[in-house]
């Protein structure tokens, strides 16, 4: 059994990669199960066999406690400490090839906070791995491209395990865009050269700090175009996946 959890700014597209990707695999012929692991997930696109709000929700939480939505959020992931083995279980009892888990709309939760690494670990021993969503609308902007680069940094240095990056809701760029940020991703001094154009001077400094921080820890960014709704990059991420996993073999033999 191998792990993918699918991680991103919010409206990101988590959800829908989690049932366009799952639903894609499934008729590569690969035994995969979809997990939400998001408690405050309204509607969950995908049948998911396995899903916290079976013991937690958000919305009781706000209720119970008196909590806004935020709080709320911040207080049902501490909760899921507390279910954790359940939910291990549950996924165990499928016995899946491969996992993909549907994470919280606030990631700074997941990633910021030692909760996300404690549920990783809590869920299962087997090998685990981070698809990290650089979402497209936002990346056309050469400083949220860094701002990005930096929290999956942050990400990967936290959960110390592998990152496969992808731009995610690739569709809604042009083919020029597509290629700037390839060009970004690239060679550095380009994305550089592109932030300083757009922002401030103390925006730019910023950037460039941003930027050293990454290279020093030894992080390259190379995203994947990927789209829910085209299929776009799915061979491309699925071919990745396997390379990380299993060697570039299939999951389910
Ligand atoms: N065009 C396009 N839209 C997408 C794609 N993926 C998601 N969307 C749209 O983006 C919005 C957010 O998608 P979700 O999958 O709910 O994003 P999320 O990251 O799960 O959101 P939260 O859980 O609320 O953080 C929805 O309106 C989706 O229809 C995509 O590949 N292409
Ligand atoms: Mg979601």
């Given at each position: 059994?191998?792990?993918?959890?699918?991680?991103?700014?919010?409206?990101?597209?988590?959800t829908e990669?989690t049932a366009s990707?799952t639903r894609?695999?499934?008729?590569?012929?690969?035994?995969?199960?979809a997990?939400?692991?998001?408690?405050?997930?309204?509607?969950?696109p995908y049948?998911?066999?396995?899903?916290?709000?079976?013991?937690?929700?958000?919305?009781?939480?706000?209720?119970?406690?008196?909590?806004?939505?935020?709080?709320?959020?911040?207080?049902?992931?501490?909760?899921?400490?507390?279910?954790?083995?359940?939910?291990?279980?549950?996924?165990?009892?499928?016995?899946?090839?491969?996992?993909?888990?549907?994470?919280?709309?606030?990631?700074?939760?997941?990633?910021?906070?030692?909760?996300?690494?404690?549920?990783?670990?809590?869920?299962?021993?087997?090998?685990?791995?981070?698809?990290?969503?650089?979402?497209?609308?936002?990346?056309?902007?050469?400083?949220?491209?860094?701002?990005?680069?930096?929290?999956?940094?942050?990400?990967?240095?936290?959960?110390?395990?592998?990152?496969?990056?992808?731009?995610?809701?690739?569709?809604?760029?042009?083919?020029?865009?597509?290629?700037?940020?390839?060009?970004?991703?690239?060679?550095?001094?380009?994305?550089?050269?592109?932030?300083?154009?757009?922002?401030?001077?103390?925006?730019?400094?910023?950037?460039?700090?941003?930027?050293?921080?990454?290279?020093?820890?030894?992080?390259?960014?190379?995203?994947?175009?990927?789209?829910s709704?085209?299929?776009?990059?799915?061979?491309?991420?699925?071919?990745?996946?396997?390379?990380?996993?299993?060697?570039?073999?299939?999951?389910?033999?």
């Open positions: 059994m191998n792990l993918a959890f699918i991680i991103g700014t919010a409206g990101s597209g988590k990669l990707f894609w695999l499934e008729l590569q012929g690969e035994d995969v199960l997990v939400n692991l998001d408690p405050g997930a309204i509607i969950v049948p998911a066999n396995v899903d916290v709000r079976d013991y937690i929700t958000v919305e009781e939480v706000m209720e119970r406690y008196g909590l806004g939505p935020n709080g709320g959020l911040v207080y049902a992931c501490d909760m899921m400490i507390e279910i954790i083995n359940k939910l291990a279980r549950e996924i165990e009892s499928f016995d899946p090839d491969l996992v993909v888990l549907d994470t919280p709309g606030q990631m700074e939760l997941f990633a910021f906070r030692d909760i996300g690494v404690k549920i990783a670990e809590g869920l299962s021993d087997e090998p685990k791995g981070i698809i990290y969503l650089f979402d497209a609308t936002y990346c056309r902007n050469p400083l949220n491209y860094v701002m990005n680069m930096f929290i999956a940094s942050a990400i990967a240095n936290r959960f110390l395990l592998p990152l496969i990056p992808i731009l995610s809701k690739a569709d809604l760029l042009s083919e020029a865009e597509l290629e700037e940020i390839q060009r970004w991703s690239e060679d550095p001094a380009l994305l550089q050269d592109a932030v300083g154009r757009e922002v401030s001077e103390m925006d730019r400094v910023i950037s460039q700090d941003m930027m050293e921080i990454i290279n020093r820890l030894g992080m390259e960014f190379s995203p994947i175009p990927v789209s709704k085209t299929y776009m990059g799915f061979t491309e991420l699925y071919a990745e996946l396997s390379r990380v996993f299993v060697e570039g073999e299939r999951f389910t033999q």
